[in-house]
């Protein structure tokens, strides 16, 4: 079993940047990927980045990608999403996920709660 908790999101203004962090309480954390997912309101939800168990491999959306950057840190059981060049449409509640595999994928077994970010134009 795998709980996670995402923290660090909120309302900023377009153009600026935010981080957003995922605690998880695996085991072992480096035995799952992690996955970043965002859901607008009426809309469906939406795979935004992966990150592989050594942090080495990484698979972004195309809608951020340049803009958003995945990473994780083993050692303390972590994986971030730094956001920058918000847009209007980059608002959506945030979750983070955990699978045993790796990929650009939907299916992952363990999800958090979310946090909301709400980009201002």
């Known amino acids: 079993q795998v709980q996670l908790v995402e923290s660090g999101g909120g309302l900023v203004q377009a153009g600026t940047s935010l981080r957003l962090s995922c605690a998880a309480s695996?085991?072992?954390?480096?035995?799952?990927?992690m996955g970043w997912f965002r859901q607008a309101p009426g809309k469906e939800r939406e795979f935004v980045a992966a990150?592989?168990?050594?942090?080495?491999?990484?698979y972004y959306a195309d809608s951020v990608r340049g803009r958003f950057t995945v990473s994780r840190d083993n050692a303390k059981n972590t994986v971030a999403l730094q956001m920058k060049s918000l847009k209007p449409e980059d608002t959506a509640v945030y979750y983070c996920?955990?699978?045993?595999?790796?990929?650009?994928?939907?299916?992952?077994?363990?999800w958090g709660q979310g946090t909301q970010v709400t980009v201002s134009s």
């Open positions: 990150i592989g168990w050594s942090g080495s491999s990484t």
């Open positions: 996920a955990a699978d045993r595999t790796f990929g650009k994928k939907k299916d992952y077994a363990y």
């Open positions: 695996a085991r072992t954390f480096s035995d799952y990927a």
